[in-house]
């Protein structure tokens, strides 16, 4: 965990009968992109909140930066869980300017940091008039007050259309790739995820299932799909790399130039096979296959 960011060390959160984190250990690398993956329910905005220090952990502890989370570490760090919320009264620039002299900066850009979330043209009006998207733009601006070293987003384009979301993948990227700053980012979202992420984690029932380099975890060669009956056959023929996909299919991680040759064998020893394609590996997939789904 050396030059990590976070590291969470068995981190357990209870809320009476229910375990929202039980015994977590991670460790986010300082400078890119972190993605925070998980099924409804698997502890990741609970985590999020331990970080921030909005909740405490039951057991177990966290670290930011290397030392133990509090005021003046927190000072380093900006980000917003779930969807924000605002004084509907105030414009964007006042909303802006409140956080940051709440935050005890007198010099915050409140017009460059609009600009950047694009909302430039909402400047000067009130938050309740706000759709669900503009406040998240709203929220990640807030949340880049005092150009802070790690910048924590929890389902960002929550609400954006697809253009919005396009906007807000290109300003993580900018923030971690300008600004250096790294970003935790959770998101439903796998495709994005995977399009922005440099790392990913996947929790599941509160435990951590998979996490490093989304080049490592998803790998960089193609496997052959087959559907086939009986797929279990199939499998045992394919050797002990192939795995099912599915209830008639498997994926064997082979080279092309072998594919002819296993097809061959399968057709040879009485299986029957309605399909074979490559495919690449992707986010969606290994999620999947993580957390049982």
């Known amino acids: 965990m050396t030059g990590a960011v976070i590291e969470a060390r068995s981190v357990a959160k209870r809320y009476g009968a229910v375990t929202a984190l039980a015994g977590l250990d991670l460790a986010v690398p300082r400078g890119g992109v972190f993605g925070l993956l998980g099924p409804n329910g698997a502890g990741k905005s609970t985590f999020l909140r331990i970080v921030l220090d909005l909740v405490r952990p039951s057991s177990g502890e966290v670290l930011l930066f290397g030392a ?56 000067n009006r009130r938050v309740d008039g706000f759709s669900l998207g503009m406040k998240q733009r709203l929220g990640i601006a807030c949340a880049l007050i005092g150009a802070p070293e790690l910048v924590i987003l929890d389902e960002p384009t929550n609400g954006m259309d697809p253009a919005g979301i396009q906007d807000i993948r290109r300003l993580v990227r900018d923030i971690a790739d300008r600004d250096g700053a790294t970003v935790l980012l959770s998101s439903h979202l796998l495709d994005e995820v ?50 099912a996909d599915g209830e008639d299919a498997m994926l064997a991680p082979i080279a092309r130039a072998d594919a002819p040759a296993l097809i061959a064998a399968l057709v040879g020893a009485g299986i029957a096979v309605s399909e074979a394609r490559w495919v690449r590996g992707d986010l969606e997939r290994l999620f999947f296959e993580r957390t049982g789904q």
């Open 68 to 123: 133990p989370v509090d005021a003046r570490v927190l000072r380093r760090v900006g980000g917003f869980i779930e969807a924000p919320r605002f004084h509907p009264y105030l414009t964007a620039t006042q909303t802006l300017r409140s956080v940051a002299l709440t935050a005890g900066i007198a010099d915050a850009d409140a017009e460059g940091l609009l600009d950047r979330v694009g909302l430039s043209e909402a400047a």
């Open 194 to 243: 995977q399009r922005i992420c440099d790392h990913v984690a996947i929790l599941d029932h509160g435990r951590l299932v998979t996490s490093g380099p989304i080049a490592d975890l998803l790998g960089s060669g193609d496997r052959l799909r087959i559907a086939a009956t009986p797929i279990a056959r199939a499998i045992e023929i394919a050797g002990a790399d192939a795995r």
